[in-house]
């Protein structure tokens, strides 16, 4: 079946540096990845949409310049965290969508700021 | 008004129970319906898609669509501890790719 491997699964940075969270398809080419955010007994909440080669959509409130999404290719985006701050600790999810349908999870980054 | 409402619980049940999981929408526009597992710390997991009115039976999951009342269930019958986890529902338009997730409902199932 349809895989995302989700790297780090855990991370503890300094407040100040920065953090790239990487998900990669490894049996599919994800024509779209989904970056979220989920905090302890909450939903997911979307932060931006991108596809391979273009610019990601980011939603309402979450600050591009600070949440760097890159999609270089159709089995890999990044998310990098830029000068975190503790209140930036939370859950990052990332999930691909495949051509013949269907979204398909990585296993979550748990990052915690200190 | 949030487009998809789920209560939170958490739904406490013993071993063997039937459990129903609900959500419920406002956006006629929701054509697609999943429902997603997800243990702690972990990244969800899809169980069921449907995007017709009806029940969609696999294993000991059912998923249950009635659009007339914009309802959407998850039964799971003999229900194990490890099913212990947080059920997430999601639903999207048609035309569009992005899903609308609940909040998720936590399961315990005591032995």
């Not at chain 2, 958490?10 to 929408?25: H, Q």
Request: aromatic share 12%.
């Amino acid at each position: 079946g349809a895989v995302v491997s989700q790297h780090p699964s855990w991370v503890i940075c300094k407040s100040g540096t920065s953090v790239k969270i990487e998900c990669r398809s490894l049996d599919f080419q994800a024509t779209t990845m989904f970056w979220y955010r989920q905090f302890p007994k909450q939903s997911l909440m979307l932060m931006a949409t991108s596809n391979e080669g273009s610019k990601a959509t980011y939603e309402q409130g979450v600050e591009k310049d600070k949440f760097l999404i890159n999609h270089a290719s159709l089995t890999l985006s990044t998310l990098t965290v830029t000068s975190a701050h503790p209140e930036d600790s939370s859950f990052y999810i990332c999930s691909a969508s495949r051509r013949e349908g269907g979204y398909t999870f990585g296993s979550g980054t748990r990052l915690t700021v200190v | 008004q949030k487009e998809v409402e789920q209560d939170p619980g958490p739904l406490s049940v013993p071993e063997g129970a039937i459990v129903s999981l609900n959500c419920t929408y406002s956006n006629s526009a929701f054509q697609y319906f999943m429902w997603y597992r997800q243990y702690s710390r972990k990244g969800p997991e899809l169980l069921m898609y449907t995007y017709s009115s009806g029940n969609k039976e696999d294993g000991r999951f059912t998923a249950q669509v009635d659009k007339s009342s914009k309802y959407i269930s998850l039964f799971i019958r003999d229900s194990q501890p490890s099913d212990s986890a947080t059920y997430l529902c999601a639903m999207i338009e048609g035309g569009s790719y992005i899903p609308t997730f609940g909040r998720g409902t936590s399961l315990i199932v005591h032995p």
